[in-house]
């Protein structure tokens, strides 16, 4: 089944404890994005990569990175997380040319 | 800049009674794609529709229906005779050429729709 996964689905952290979100895709895309989703600011893109090893900064980059170095998996790392991430995090992914399909979506508390 | 506006917030309807939800945009491509998609309360995002920006065609789904005017740069979604299960968010977005045959979207703000029985 064509899917875009997202693990963990659900994550309740602390100010500053480094953590990853993974996501992952089997449809062999190249384009693969982050967005968060916020109340009252619908969704934003954070960072997309368009291939192995290109990445490039969304629209609301700070505090994140990310990296590509196989095609299905593009984590997003949050290094030193804090209260003004907590959010409902997508990560989707397209082939050239094509609309984003989305994950389920994760949902990340920070304290 | 590109830019969608849902300027309805949350719509509260009784069940069975048809409603609209607005969608505005702001683009100068002359070339652009509009989406609808659903986020019911488990928060996943359902695709509901793509339309062209070249496709000024109602379309009609079942109780879903879409009006795109690119004359008043809308592009509005009418669910008739709403259900409880139509309850949810309800994002509108336009997409963004990167220019690297990939696209972005850009999301409304969401209406939140609520049917109550």
């Known amino acids: 089944e064509a899917q875009v996964t997202q693990n963990p689905r659900y994550l309740i952290t602390v100010t500053g404890k480094k953590l990853t979100v993974t996501c992952s895709q089997n449809m062999n895309h190249e384009y693969m994005s982050w967005y968060r989703q916020d109340p009252g600011l619908g969704l934003r893109q954070i960072y997309y990569?368009?291939?192995?090893?290109?990445?490039d900064k969304g629209d609301v980059p700070e505090g994140y990175k990310v990296s590509r170095k196989e095609k299905r998996n593009f984590p997003l790392i949050l290094e030193s997380p804090s209260p003004n991430q907590t959010s409902l995090y997508f990560c989707?992914?397209?082939?050239?040319?094509?609309?984003?399909?989305f994950g389920p979506g994760t949902r990340l508390t920070v304290t | 800049a590109q830019k969608v506006t849902q300027a309805q917030t949350e719509i509260s309807v009784v069940e069975k009674e048809d409603v609209t939800l607005d969608c505005v945009y702001e683009?100068?491509?002359?070339?652009?794609?509009l989406f609808w998609y659903k986020q019911p309360p488990s928060g996943e995002l359902v695709f509901l529709i793509r339309r062209n920006s070249f496709d000024e065609q109602n379309e009609i789904s079942g109780r879903y229906s879409w009006n795109f005017q690119k004359s008043t740069s809308s592009f509005n979604f009418t669910i008739t005779a709403s259900q409880v299960v139509d309850s949810a968010v309800y994002f509108c977005a336009l997409s963004e050429a990167t220019g690297d045959s990939s696209y972005k979207l850009i999301f409304g703000s969401g209406t939140r729709l609520l049917v109550r029985p």
């Open positions: 683009t100068r491509d002359t070339t652009y794609y």
């Open positions: 990569s368009m291939n192995v090893e290109v990445t």
């Open positions: 989707a992914s397209s082939p050239a040319g094509e609309f984003p399909y």
